[in-house]
């Protein structure tokens, strides 16, 4: 069955970064758009990035453009998110989720498959 595993979340002060990690198996990876989400208690997922099947395109929420970085690995069948310069306000539980055929949508409902989330905490 298909899984995906986030790790690398943790406890960071204001400033400081931390790199995600989602390993994916029993799926094609290669033909899956990859994203990061994250939710926070009581608020709706909030998309964060995103990379097409094969990384050539990349898609920012604002509020992370110049912060964070995704990347993908297809021969580890991973995707990375890079968070640099990282606020309080960045706390949250941080999905991946994968995305069949697709670009790397900001629409949650597009991704057939996601993990059980990694926890960040930044404090200030």
């Known amino acids: 069955q298909v899984q995906l595993v986030e790790s690398g979340g943790g406890l960071v002060q204001a400033g400081g970064s931390l790199r995600l990690s989602c390993a994916a198996s029993?799926?094609?990876?290669?033909?899956?758009?990859m994203a990061w989400f994250r939710q926070t208690p009581g608020q709706e997922r909030e998309f964060v990035a995103a990379?097409?099947?094969?990384?050539?395109?990349?898609n920012y929420a604002d509020s992370v453009k110049g912060r964070f970085a995704i990347s993908r690995d297809n021969a580890k069948n991973t995707v990375y998110l890079q968070m640099n310069n990282l606020k309080p306000g960045d706390t949250a539980l941080y999905y991946c989720?994968?995305?069949?055929?697709?670009?790397?949508?900001?629409?949650?409902?597009?991704?057939?498959?996601w993990g059980q989330g990694t926890q960040v905490t930044v404090s200030s």
């Open positions: 989720a994968a995305e069949p055929y697709g670009l790397g949508s900001e629409a949650s409902r597009r991704y057939g498959y």
């Open positions: 029993g799926l094609t990876f290669s033909i899956y758009a």
């Open positions: 990379v097409s099947a094969i990384g050539t395109s990349t």
